[in-house]
């Protein structure tokens, strides 16, 4: 194979892995660090203002990464050997990057859904002090965190099973 192809794959896999770092991470970050630590130290308007202003620098990563793992997951399925062509599904290899692809498509609807939805409301209702419509949305925020969580480490080890696939032939 060539050199010059096998150093282009290999830095289109580097940036398909520092994006996902950077999104799953993230969340990673968020649930088990960030919002037990300011929930122990802080009252919640000042909680609900870090938050604010934490989402929404991580909005513009997780977006960046959402389009940098789209453009070199494309590059990355084309070149694969194990790929068989669009809507093909005649491996365990397709049939898994399928499955992982439609919780990647729902994992990228989530994302949106918090950051363009949930946290608009949350911080103008942060905003206003305690209310029973605050508690109800933190509880979404913490449900979606923990789906979201939860959808990345599915995601993370159905690629290692792809990759494993990949490597083995």
């Not at 289109?12 to 649930?31: M, Q, R, Y």
């Not at 969580?149 to 696939?165: P, Q, V």
């Amino acid at each position: 194979m060539n050199l010059n192809f096998l150093f282009l794959m290999g830095f289109v896999n580097w940036l398909h892995l520092f994006a996902t770092v950077i999104w799953i991470g993230g969340i990673t970050t968020n649930f088990l660090v960030l919002l037990p630590s300011m929930g122990k130290v802080l009252d919640p308007p000042n909680m609900g203002k870090l938050m604010g202003a934490i989402m929404k620098r991580f909005r513009v990563l997780i977006y960046i990464s959402i389009g940098v793992l789209i453009i070199t997951g494309i590059f990355m399925n084309i070149f694969n050997k194990n790929y068989q062509g669009f809507m093909r599904f005649g491996n365990t290899w397709t049939v898994l990057t399928l499955i992982k692809h439609i919780l990647t498509i729902f994992f990228i609807i989530l994302a949106i859904y918090i950051f363009e939805c949930l946290f608009p409301k949350l911080s103008r209702l942060t905003k206003k002090g305690p209310s029973p419509d605050l508690s109800k949305f933190q509880k979404l925020q913490l449900n979606l965190l923990i789906t979201s969580f939860i959808l990345g480490i599915i995601i993370l080890f159905l690629t290692g099973i792809i990759t494993a696939i990949s490597s083995s032939f």
